[in-house]
């Protein structure tokens, strides 16, 4: 880090595509340079204890990208690539996903990609994509939220926070959907998410919405926990039947031309509109 310490730049490389594998034995907090970019054709992994410190951080890599140290990142972006290669990241504090020295968002080739705060929220402004692999983005601390302006695309998509959960004019792209939320609402009202399954779903006594648009139907394979449940889709049959739903309130559920099948094991009362053909 010393050395690094003394190098003035606008964007600090350090190595190539062809590199090889690269371990941070150190922590690196380059003084003179704002955005830090981790490039080879390898591995990226860390010691213990041995921290990245970057504003703007870029990592490309043709191997498996390690970094669950207590890492300080503003904004970060990465390209993985490699069969199944996998990302994960873990920040201390608030963290963005956006666009560092020409690469943006977050990608792999069907490889998982996980991205977790101690204590911080979650922003995503740039697209995640994990192919055929899993999402996780977990926003932890207290009153720490997950906002969500960039698209999410994997097998499955695993959402937690300590706040709320919003979607703005990104898409949520996936086979399944877990969230866990007690402590705020979740909103996902893009007009092209594309969600075959829910998950285990669970935000306490607090809201969800969803806006899904799959023409194949949306089934469950978790159960569903909330205080109001909002919903659209009319564009295919909706099968939530888990056995240990527990909803309290149905809000909007608007499932026009389609059918709506609903099992719930605690009293259920309605301040919003049903519509459907059949309920």
């Known amino acids: 880090d010393t050395e690094l310490d003394t190098i003035t730049a606008g964007v600090l490389r350090i190595g190539k595509s062809d590199s090889g594998a690269i371990t941070v034995s150190n922590s690196i907090s380059p003084a003179l340079t704002s955005t830090l970019s981790l490039i080879n054709g390898s591995s990226i992994s860390q010691s213990a204890a041995?921290?990245?410190?970057?504003?703007?951080?870029?990592?490309?890599?043709?191997?498996?990208?390690?970094?669950?140290?207590?890492?300080?990142?503003?904004?970060?972006?990465a390209d993985v690539t490699g069969i199944t290669n996998s990302f994960a990241f873990t920040n201390t504090a608030a963290i963005t996903v956006g666009t560092v020295d020409g690469v943006s968002g977050i990608s792999t080739v069907d490889g998982d990609i996980n991205i977790d705060t101690l204590n911080g929220s979650i922003i995503v402004n740039q697209a995640v994509n994990a192919g055929a692999g899993e999402v996780t983005l977990a926003a932890n601390g207290t009153n720490r939220f997950l906002s969500l302006n960039g698209n999410l695309v994997g097998s499955t998509v695993n959402l937690s926070s300590t706040s709320t959960i919003s979607q703005a004019t990104s898409d949520i792209i996936a086979g399944t959907l877990n969230v866990t939320n007690t402590n705020g609402d979740v909103s996902l009202f893009s007009s092209s998410n594309d969600i075959d399954v829910l998950g285990t779903i669970d935000v306490g006594t607090n809201t969800f919405g969803l806006t899904d648009h799959v023409a194949s139907g949306v089934t469950q394979s978790g159960p569903l926990?909330?205080?109001?449940?909002?919903?659209?889709?009319?564009?295919?049959?909706t099968t939530l039947t888990n056995a240990a739903n527990a909803v309290s309130n149905f809000g909007n559920i608007l499932t026009s031309g389609q059918t709506f099948n609903f099992t719930n094991t605690v009293d259920l009362a309605q301040t919003g509109t049903l519509t459907a053909d059949n309920f």
């Open 50 to 77: 041995a921290l990245i410190n970057s504003f703007y951080l870029r990592i490309s890599s043709g191997g498996v990208v390690t970094l669950n140290e207590s890492n300080n990142v503003n904004t970060i972006a």
């Open 225 to 237: 926990t909330a205080g109001t449940f909002t919903y659209t889709n009319n564009l295919g049959t």
